[in-house]
T-cell receptor, first 115, second 114 residues
């Protein structure tokens, strides 16, 4: 069975601080895909990144960076120099590399950035 | 800016009402999904359509009835709902339904059942 754990329920930071969101996953598959989505107060889930299980290369996109470590089954997300607009709920998700349509989401981490 | 739109954005209905949620994607995708997001629960996949055929029905009660008339439109017909069905209903689409395909979500319909 697939499971995604986001242990941090809420994180509050002051603008310009860095914030790291933890994501730990469980799967028996050797091929799988990991995702991060952002959900601002408007409700829409905004796609941020996709990673397949064979690509452990870390990625940086502007102020966002992701650290994928298969050895610890983690796919952590860091926002550098946070801004108020980063305030949202962030979800980590896992999908099997087979004919399984289910995208297993974590419970989400609410990030509040204070001015 | 979004390639997936949903209407209405908010809906209040009684338990005896019949209503429909609409989703439209402008991305040229051929797979569409309905998810339910309840307070304090992870997102739950409800239905999946691929090339206009239903390929997944995740043990959803029959009071929810999906319809996919073409690859751009997806409906969720609601009837005799219960208060516990109050939630945010999210539509998503992808190009293909394969495991590595990214799903793009709409803004959701926030449903309140009285």
């Amino acid at each position: 069975a697939q499971k995604v754990t986001q242990a941090q329920t809420e994180i509050s930071v002051v603008e310009k601080e860095d914030v790291t969101l933890d994501c730990v996953y469980e799967t028996r598959d050797t091929t799988y895909y990991l995702f991060w989505y952002k959900q601002p107060p408007s409700g829409e889930l905004v796609f941020l990144i996709r990673r397949n299980s064979f690509d452990e290369q870390n990625e940086i996109s502007g102020r966002y960076s992701w650290n994928f470590q298969k050895s610890t089954s983690s796919f952590n997300f860091t926002i550098t120099a946070s801004q108020v607009v980063d305030s949202a709920v962030y979800f980590c998700a896992l999908r099997r590399g087979s004919n399984d349509y289910k995208l297993s989401f974590g419970a989400g981490t609410t990030v509040t950035v204070r001015a | 800016e979004t390639g997936v739109t949903q209407t209405p954005r908010h809906l209040v209905m009684g338990m005896t009402n019949k209503k429909s949620l609409k989703c439209e994607q402008h991305l040229g995708h051929n797979a569409m999904y309905w998810y339910k997001q309840s307070a304090k629960k992870p997102l739950e996949l409800m239905f999946v359509y691929s090339l206009e055929e239903r390929v997944e029905n995740n043990s959803v009660p029959s009071r929810f009835s999906p319809e996919c008339p073409n690859s751009s439109h997806l409906f969720l017909h609601l009837h005799t709902l219960q208060p516990e069905d109050s939630a945010l209903y999210l539509c998503a689409s992808s190009q293909g339904d394969g495991a590595g395909k990214t799903q793009y979500f709409g803004p959701g319909t926030r449903l309140l059942v009285l």
